[in-house]
């Protein structure tokens, strides 16, 4: 528990698999390692839910910071193939929030869940000594449809192709980027910081799983969150129990990426990159949903493929689970970073000011 980030899965599986309450039979997809949402037969509906952290950085503005705390609820459920359809959202929030603040907030989720059709049924809104951002809260979003409709996270048969859209360190690249965009003009042009600050609002996959799931015959989804693409990918395969063999030069790579991750000194293929849809999909199935994610201005490839095997092959090399995003680590470093600079510009200020005797 000392790592920041999602647990692994040696702790999820000897702490928190064992205890999941009662065992009921209408749960027909529960809690495991990896895998973005569970699902709820109601009378042969299906209810596709997921559950996700209110994550708020004012650094941002709190306009694109509730845009991106809204996607990050609702994107774990769309993968599963259906639109997300209702959510429950708890905010508790640090003294020190503004109202005004909040009113931005809150305006901006609900712009964004009235633009995709979400409805907010319930929720806990208040004011709490020791809340502090970015973790204000958490939420719970549903996707109501057919049972056939859903895209299973273990669906990928040997053959299928793998597709990913966008390409690595979309979150990543954008949020550090943003969050520290002064530390980066000492070294990185202005054309470079543009592009990596622009990866902002690619980081929702909601759009990109829609349009692929409606498109062709999509068997797996998954959203490349912490771990990124290869973490991602991984436990694809692992879901599936099945092999997955990727050549990384087919992957797209949006601009920005490379330069902010060499500023940051972080892999791109194993850091934390929201926004990105690894798909597997049937052969006959790739061309029409590699043209409909074009049709949206989706960037997206084929990568490889599924084989009768065993876990995740990279360029030819057997890949592991990176287990330690090192985004979060990254985030606290130059945290510390722009703090010590702040510091060391005031003093040079207290210095030039002198003081009279």
Not at 269 to 288: F, H, M, N, R
């Amino acid at each position: 528990m000392t790592d920041l980030g999602k647990v692994d899965r040696a702790f999820f599986d000897e702490y928190v698999y064992p205890n999941l309450g009662a065992d009921r039979k209408d749960v027909a997809l529960g809690p495991q390692h990896g895998v973005d949402f569970g699902v709820i037969d109601a009378e042969g509906t299906a209810i596709a839910l997921a559950t996700d952290p209110v994550f708020v950085m004012p650094s941002l503005g709190f306009e694109r910071a509730a845009w991106f705390a809204f996607h990050v609820l609702v994107s774990d459920v769309a993968v599963s193939g259906l639109a997300p359809s209702h959510l429950a959202i708890d905010l508790n929030l640090p003294p020190e929030m503004a109202e005004e603040d909040f009113r931005t907030l809150w305006e901006t989720i609900d712009r964004e869940a009235r633009e995709l059709g979400v409805s907010i049924a319930t929720g806990h809104t208040g004011r709490y000594a020791g809340c502090t951002y970015p973790m204000v809260g958490g939420g719970t979003s549903l996707a109501i449809g057919d049972h056939g409709e859903i895209v299973r996270p273990d669906g990928a048969r040997p053959g299928d192709r793998v597709v990913v859209t966008k390409g690595p360190a979309i979150e990543a690249t954008g949020l550090l980027a943003i969050q520290f965009e002064s530390l980066m003009r000492e070294e990185v042009s202005e054309e470079e910081i543009e592009h990596a600050t622009d990866r902002f609002y690619d980081m929702s996959p909601v759009r990109d799983a829609l349009v692929a799931s409606a498109a062709g015959p999509v068997s797996a989804m998954h959203d490349a969150t912490e771990g990124g693409v290869i973490g991602g990918l991984y436990e694809i395969a692992r879901a599936g129990g099945v092999g997955l063999e990727i050549e990384t030069d087919s992957v797209p790579i949006a601009p920005g990426v490379e330069r902010a991750c060499e500023y940051f000194d972080i892999d791109p293929w194993i850091a934390i990159s929201e926004g990105t849809l690894l798909l597997t999909v049937a052969p006959e199935g790739v061309e029409d949903v590699l043209a409909a994610l074009d049709g949206e201005r989706i960037p997206a490839a084929e990568a490889g493929e599924v084989v009768e095997s065993s876990g995740l092959t990279v360029d030819g090399e057997q890949r592991a689970h990176p287990e330690r995003d090192p985004f979060w680590g990254t985030f606290e470093e130059f945290v510390g970073k722009a703090q010590q600079r702040d510091a060391n510009e005031g003093s040079e200020e207290d210095g030039e000011g002198g003081t009279d005797r």
